[in-house]
């Protein structure tokens, strides 16, 4: 739900103070503020030396010094108007006890897979304190951005985190993990409400450390038939957000339900969501005529075009900017950047908005 009817004193300081949050609430920024999903990370020749020089991706996520530098670099390279908490969805599994790690080119691995014989060892009551460090980075980052930039936390959606869990990893065809949800009804709700608490508890936690906005990856929301993602993908995502919102009231919530489709409509219409981030298949015309009245909407450019770069990139940049002309818009991509991107492109990206007319 959009809140922008009535703007109020409070909005309207925070709207001189940062574009990024000005939209969230939302007014028609022109030209739109933008930041991209994996905007620090391997494309980045900086990021590689820290990367290095931390040792594991785990380490470097609990190494708050280097994990807040890390979340500076694309700030201070390219002037995006938010920063995103450098971490991982999968460090929620990891924190509740799950084995997690991250092989070279081949993706993360969750040991042992989480079955009904061991759902049980999960441990919830440690969260605070095994997510700790994760808070210091947060700590730091905020106390090093000027005041006109925002810092947005994240985690993942329930669903998005439980595929990883149960699969042991990516899973090649996650949503055929349906079949669990048919024949498991009980065994897959007990994961996703353990989930949904230790998500509010690492999102709280966030916010207390300076956390302005927070986002929600369901990055494999979709394929699943509509019931299931109500139940599955969209109900955990709105407690979630419902409960922070309860204990910290005003924090905005952006959803990015990847590949729903013409479902993205429910997500929008959701109370608790404050703006919808769409993938690189949903349709303009469709965001603008179907999303932007309920919720702010983000996102849309497809990744592949930043890492070809040259007047494709500039053109569909331009006309993507345009189609939201008039109505509260972030510019951002429809899922993250690749490694293979060249950061020139991402740099001459971030003018081709900025110099809308
Ligand atoms: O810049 C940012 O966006 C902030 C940090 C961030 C990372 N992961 C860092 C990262 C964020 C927001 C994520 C989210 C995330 N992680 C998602 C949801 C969004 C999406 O991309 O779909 C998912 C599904 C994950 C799980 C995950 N983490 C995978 C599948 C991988 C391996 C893939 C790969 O590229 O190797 C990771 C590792 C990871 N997370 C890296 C980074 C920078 C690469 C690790 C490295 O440096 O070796």
């Known amino acids: 739900m959009r809140v922008s009817t009535i703007i109020s004193e409070a909005a309207k300081r925070s709207a001189a103070r940062s574009r990024f949050l000005a939209t969230l609430q939302g007014e028609a920024v022109w030209p739109p503020p933008i930041w991209l999903m994996r905007q620090a990370g391997r494309y980045l020749p900086e990021y590689r030396d820290i990367r290095a020089q931390a040792g594991s991706f ?72 095994a997510l700790a460090p994760i808070f210091e980075t947060v700590r730091l980052t905020r106390a090093a951005l000027g005041p006109e930039k925002t810092l947005i936390g994240f985690a993942g959606a329930p669903w998005t985190v439980a595929t990883y869990m149960l699969a042991g990893g990516a899973s090649r065809d996650p949503a055929g993990l349906r079949r669990v949800a048919y024949e498991q009804p009980a065994f897959l709700e007990e994961l996703i409400a353990l989930l949904v608490k230790a998500t509010v508890a690492y999102l709280v936690g966030q916010i207390d450390a300076g956390a302005e906005a927070v986002q929600l990856f369901d990055t494999w929301a979709g394929g699943l038939p509509e019931p299931l993602a109500r ?77 070809a770069g040259g007047e494709a990139m500039d053109r569909e940049a331009r006309a993507l900017v345009n189609a939201f002309r008039g109505v509260p818009y972030i510019f951002n991509l429809g899922h993250g950047l690749t490694p293979d991107t060249p950061p020139a492109h991402v740099a001459r990206l971030v003018k081709i908005v900025r110099e809308m007319e």
Not at 73 to 89: G, N, V
Not at 94 to 104: K, S
Not at 235 to 249: E, N, T
Not at 297 to 302: L, N, P, T, W
């Open 58 to 129: 785990l380490d470097l996520c609990f190494d708050p010094v280097r994990a807040s530098r890390v979340t500076l670099q694309p700030i201070e390279r390219f002037d995006f108007d938010a920063a995103i908490l450098f971490a991982d969805i999968l460090l929620i599994p990891h924190a509740l006890g799950q084995g997690v790690r991250f092989e070279e080119g081949e993706g993360p691995r969750l040991f042992p897979t989480i079955t009904t014989e061991n759902i049980r060892s999960l441990e919830i009551q440690n969260i605070g304190a």
């Open 231 to 307: 139940r599955l993908s969209l109900d955990p995502m709105r407690s979630i957000a419902r409960r922070v919102k309860a204990l910290r009231p005003g924090t905005p919530f952006i959803f990015f339900p990847r590949g729903v489709g013409a479902l993205a409509s429910a997500y929008a219409e959701a109370p608790e969501c404050d703006a919808i981030s769409i993938d690189s298949w949903t349709p303009w015309e469709f965001a603008r005529a179907s999303l932007s009245s309920h919720a702010v909407v983000q996102g849309g450019f497809d990744p592949m075009l930043v890492v």
